[in-house]
């Protein structure tokens, strides 16, 4: 006798690599996670936070969303609690969508979303488990950012308390809220998205919000069956010896912070009086983050294991190296170099002195070539790009107060001179008026 959660997390839809969208790899491995949920049939899924990456996702980013929560859905109720880089007011509209317009709300919807942290709006939910014998009771709190204490709790006691004791206070509530009334066959799941001291982070987190100003203590988390954590993007348990609390990780390596990552869902049995059994599903639809560091040779040696991913590279060399960022792509054909930085002693910056070298120094247009062919940046979006800067250094520099010859033109034509420079304001060299001096 026992109930089932799914637990995902941090989705970040809308994430970027430099300046490349992946929006394959997103549909991939959402697709990849309803693959797994249709498998494990669970009674809940848990989305524990930052379903976005932006607080204003595109119109793309909103229908994968859409779509992929109304897909698990309907394999079974979904609550989703919003993170750090999702609004409420994204994640309503959202709702909105989901709930057919508004024709379904409540304990009716499939998909609820967990946005107040404040007593009143707590989502508190109960599913029965498929055999009906058990009862999954979810509390969720939304991430609570240290400024938003000061106009969402009414509590003056709060203003000089430290982040952890305030958080210890809310998640004590949402625990008095979950447990009151609780029968013997009732599970509890606490959903939230939050930093708990001691978590390793990937380091693609914003680096703010992982900070020791926003630690959660391990041991002010609520006594629960189960604790379905997102913010943290590496999957782990949390750092509190027997608690029964998971970090889902992020399905996808969200920067080179998480190359060593390896990516998954949590899939979880809860049984009453006994620790939840806890396996994680790997997932795999994601293109690796690859670092690359060495000389040029150093990295061909390494090129053939590389395949399909994405590829920061760090070259060392004795000199500056020529098309660098060609060279790379020769290397490593199936790859999409982000990045790539030379590390070369000669390169070391100076101040340029036009008394103290005897050459020219370089022109900007041969310096900016360079540049862009070393970060990847070839073919014709090269010449695109040089042909556009070179159209705006051909434009008038608005500071420059020297004349050009088309202003020339206009002063004589207006001073009443042709453009052969003679005077033509009415009067011929032999004084004869003119036509249309006659006229007047």
């Known amino acids: 006798m026992s109930a089932r959660v799914l637990h995902t997390s941090d989705w970040h839809l809308g994430r970027q690599i430099g300046r490349h969208r992946r929006d394959r790899e997103f549909d991939a491995v959402l697709g990849e ?57 994204v994640l309503a509209f959202l709702d909105y969508m989901l709930s057919d317009l508004g024709a379904r709300t409540g304990d009716r919807a499939r998909v609820r979303f967990a946005t107040d942290a404040r007593p009143g709006g707590l989502l508190l939910a109960e599913y029965p488990a498929e055999t009906g014998e058990l009862t999954v009771r979810v509390g969720a709190l939304p991430y609570l950012h240290p400024n938003r204490f000061a106009y ?115 899939l979880v049995e809860i049984t009453p009086g006994r620790p939840p059994r806890v396996e994680l599903a790997p997932l795999d639809s994601g293109r690796p983050l690859r670092r690359l560091t060495g000389t040029l ?89 040089m042909s556009t800067f070179a159209g705006m250094r051909a434009e008038p520099d608005p500071a420059d107060t020297t004349p050009c010859c088309e202003e020339e033109l206009l002063d004589a034509a207006i001073a009443g001179k042709g453009f052969d420079g003679i005077d033509r304001t009415g009067l011929l060299t032999d004084g004869t008026v003119t036509g249309t001096e006659a006229r007047r």
């Open 33 to 89: 996670i309803v693959s797994v949920a249709q498998d494990f049939a669970p009674d809940l899924i848990v989305h524990s936070g930052d379903l976005f990456d932006s607080p204003r996702p595109s119109l793309d980013d909103m229908r994968r969303a859409a779509q992929t929560l109304r897909e698990l859905g309907d394999i079974a109720p979904v609550v989703v609690v919003a993170g750090n880089h999702d609004t409420r007011h």
């Open 152 to 266: 969402e709790f009414d509590d003056p006691a709060s203003a000089t308390a430290s982040y952890a004791e305030r958080m210890r206070e809310v998640q004590a509530e949402v625990y008095r809220r979950l447990a009151a009334s609780r029968g013997p066959r009732d599970l509890l799941v606490y959903a939230a998205h939050l930093f708990v001291e001691g978590a390793t982070p990937s380091y693609s987190e914003r680096t703010i919000s992982v900070s020791s100003a926003y630690a959660v203590e391990a041991v002010a988390l609520p006594e629960v069956d189960y604790g379905a954590l997102g913010h943290i993007h590496k999957p782990q348990l949390v750092p509190r010896a027997g608690y029964p609390a998971h970090y889902a990780g992020s399905p996808l390596q969200m920067d080179f912070g998480e190359t060593r990552d390896a990516k998954s869902i949590a």
């Open 297 to 385: 040779d150093q990295i061909a040696q390494r090129a053939a294991g590389v395949g399909d991913a994405w590829v920061k590279a760090v070259v060392d060399s004795e000199s500056p190296m020529a098309l660098l960022g060609e060279r790379l792509e020769e290397l490593l054909p199936q790859a999409t170099i982000v990045d790539v930085e030379e590390r070369c002693p000669g390169a070391v910056t100076a101040v340029l002195d036009r008394v103290a070298v005897d050459t020219d120094l370089p022109d900007v247009h041969d310096m900016l070539h360079d540049y862009l062919s070393k970060h990847g940046t070839h073919g014709i979006a090269l010449d695109q790009a």
